[in-house]
């Protein structure tokens, strides 16, 4: 079939591409080990050029991969058998922001962080953070349901979504919830589709909640010893009645990879096993005192090895640089293996042990990069590609990496996947999280909405 032909009948010339660079930039997402084969890049403009575009797909029974900004480690922006893509990144307008009831409306294409600084235009703010904000997309965070550094205090994107507008396999438009900040009619639909993965329909109106900026905070980044001593700090930070915007574990070798290269500097003379990264509201020179204090007491009760507590902004950027340009130097200095599990908070030190073992028993040679986020549980891991090793040697080991690693997540009742998705990546071993009826549900819910499996075929489930 001549897919250029049959669309261009419909929507301008100037949004199908079909140059190999093209098929090649907007055929996969960030996961490594899978490769873009597109066969053409459709980007509307419109809605209506949208559901024109289902509308052929769904009659003829094309396959259609949603593409937006494309930062996901999942594979689930990826074409790796001749699927069309859907681009939205043409349509990346904010509708609207209302400071009396603190929503904004926008396209699926406006960044993560394009929403934050138009809240902050309004004396409003965005919560939901991660280091690929200034490329993610919003249709893609509430796709996948991101989630981020500021969990712990604000939630995943969900508790920020109020509605949605969708278009359906069918080519027809949903318009879900609204502005409505409570709608007890049913069904909630809306939430069926965060998370959905571009697998149930796509997303063209995001209308987002808003909150007040955050007060004055203050940022620490501390020297542990192990795993353990997190969860001995959030509880001194809760017990102290500290509110906790921030609190973020990165192992050694992370720091010494950052270090090496992205011009930033240690802050501790000498060397720790691990670190945490604090942000702690401060609104009056009292709480930040306070803080300080606390600090030094946890050392010298030998909670933390060492403490460090930013004097000045640029003090505070570094610290939390330090954090955020982690997995953007493991991707330029090595070729790693993601994954994004969680576990009970609770259940952290417990797991890491477990799992440090399973690795060091059945794959001894691959070298480890974790961190994540402490108060939700939330650990990413990174397995380093050895020198000399081929990548295709490499991922096929991976297969039976995440088999070993997801066995282990099993048993401390977690998950495969927190916030980057299941995808084609973490589709073999979804019956670790989710039992055979949890399963056969979702696979009906897809061909209520999709009967014809046009939409992100492949992705979660065959």
Known sequence: MDYQALFSAHIPADSILSRPDDLAFYGKDSAQQFKAAASLVLMPGTVEEIKK???IC????????????RTGYSGGATAEHGEVIISLARLHKIKSVDVSDRTMVCEPGVTTEAVRLEAAKHGLFYP????????SH????????????????YGNTRDWVLGLKVITAAGEELALNGALYKNATGYDLRNLFIGSEGTLGIITEVTLKLTSPPKDFTTALCGISDAAACLQLLRALRSAG??????????RNALELVVAHAGLLDPFRAAHAAYVLLEVETEFPAQRERFAELMLELVESKVLADAVVAES??????LMA??????????????????????????????LSAFRECLRANFPNFELIIFGHVGDGNLHVNILK???????????????????????????NGTISAEHGVGLLKKPYLHFTRSAQEIELMKKIKRLFDPNGILNPGKIFD
């Open 53 to 55: 575009i289902l509308a």
């Open 58 to 69: 769904n009659q003829n029974k094309i396959a259609l991969v949603p593409s937006g900004g």
């Open 128 to 135: 939901v953070d991660f280091a690929s904000k200034g490329s």
């Open 138 to 153: 919003i249709a893609g965070n509430v796709a996948t349901n991101a989630g981020g550094i500021r969990v712990i205090r």
């Open 242 to 251: 500290c509110t906790v915007n921030v609190i973020e574990y990165f192992e």
């Open 313 to 318: 902004q640029k003090q505070q950027q570094n």
């Open 322 to 351: 330090l954090r955020e340009r982690i997995s953007e130097t493991i991707g330029r200095q090595h070729v790693p293996h993601k994954n994004d599990i969680a576990v009970p908070v609770s259940s952290l030190p417990q797991f």
């Open 386 to 412: 050895p020198k000399g090793m081929d990548e295709k040697t490499f991922f096929a080991a991976c297969d039976q990496v995440d088999t070993k690693t997801f066995e282990v997540v099993q048993k401390f």
